[in-house]
């Protein structure tokens, strides 16, 4: 667990410490010279990581989607959020690891991720009744960008030309798909989805920049769910006109709940395995195609159509992935 948490080079300086240490001095094996960890197993562990996180978000949204046929959205949150939670929060009993010190201004900035992240899940679903979702989804999918930013300022990750063309890749391949839900237009609405973007950056690049820090992913990502979890709740008692639907408590509809709260729970605990492994931005990246993979989700199993446009951009972004493993 611990080894998980080291950044990237601590890693190699470990492994080639302990090959260095168990060898013969005659052989002068060193790790380097055998494996290239930036093309093959860390970036592989990475990258397996981050799309078992794409899969679990992808899974998410379709039992999220069934949901909403029956209770509004904010009913979903509460169910859903409950359930994460509970789900962290065992395994963070058994695996987490409660011995690490954190600073004051860890904690500070573990409280404004969580804020973050319940305002981008807000301000997204603001968005999806004054704009159209295409719109919605294209400017906030635009977060891996903005984490590469403060990743840079930050921890020092920096990206190669082939990684960034992987990404941007990525993105237009996204883009490709959700235009087709509907055309771009610029509306006094259209700060919502910018806050969306904002939210899912800062949320996110917590993960990974918590995960740095040497914190447990099982805590890490417990932190921050329950987080999000609280401040929905907190908005849910607040405001008079919401309030739980007896509805979520029916075996069929608690049942998807369920599912939909531990397949979110795998997505941010395999997120946060990613960050320890390869750059953050990245991981982002990846995770943000996760509306292709629903898309194809919601192909196989709920009977939705795909377009040619909607095809193409589905092969953009594994164009994407084969970049950013090639590099």
Do not use: C, R
């Amino acid at each position: 667990m611990i080894f998980l948490s080291l950044n990237f080079q601590k890693k190699i300086e470990i492994l080639n410490k302990f090959f260095s240490e168990t060898t013969a001095s005659s052989i002068n094996l060193n790790l380097k010279n055998y494996i290239n960890p930036s093309q093959n197993f860390f970036l592989m562990l990475g990258i397996t990581f981050a799309l078992l996180s794409t899969i679990g978000y992808s899974i998410n949204q379709i039992f999220n989607k069934k949901l909403t046929y029956h209770v509004d959205t904010w009913n979903v949150m509460v169910l859903t959020g409950a359930i994460i939670t509970l789900t962290l929060g065992i395994g963070t009993y058994f695996f987490g690891d409660f011995s690490h010190d954190i600073s004051l201004g860890v904690i500070l900035f573990t409280l404004i991720a969580g804020f973050a992240g319940f305002i981008a899940l807000y301000a997204l679903l603001k968005s999806f009744s004054k704009l159209n979702i295409g719109e919605a989804l294209a400017i906030g999918n635009a977060y891996p960008f903005l984490i590469l930013i403060m990743a840079w300022l930050t921890m020092g990750e920096t990206l190669n030309f082939l990684e960034l063309m992987g990404m941007l890749s990525i993105f237009l391949g996204i883009l490709l798909v959700i235009k087709e839900k509907g055309k771009f237009e610029w509306t006094k609405y259209i700060y919502l989805p910018f806050i969306t973007l904002l939210g899912w950056a800062v949320y996110n690049f917590a993960i990974g920049y918590l995960v740095n820090q040497g914190i447990s992913m099982f805590n890490v990502a417990f932190y921050l769910e329950f987080l999000v979890f609280f401040f929905s709740l907190l908005y849910l008692i607040i405001k008079s006109d919401l309030s739980i639907s007896p509805k979520i408590f029916k075996p069929n509809l608690f049942s998807l709940g369920l599912l939909s709260g531990i397949s979110t729970s795998a997505g941010t605990l395999f997120f946060a395995f990613a960050t320890s492994y390869i750059e953050t931005a990245i991981v982002g990246s990846i995770v943000s195609s996760q509306v292709i993979f629903a898309g194809l989700l919601g192909y196989l199993f709920l009977n939705e159509k795909l377009t040619k446009a909607q095809i193409i951009g589905v092969g953009i972004v594994f164009i994407g992935l084969a970049l950013i493993e090639l590099f």
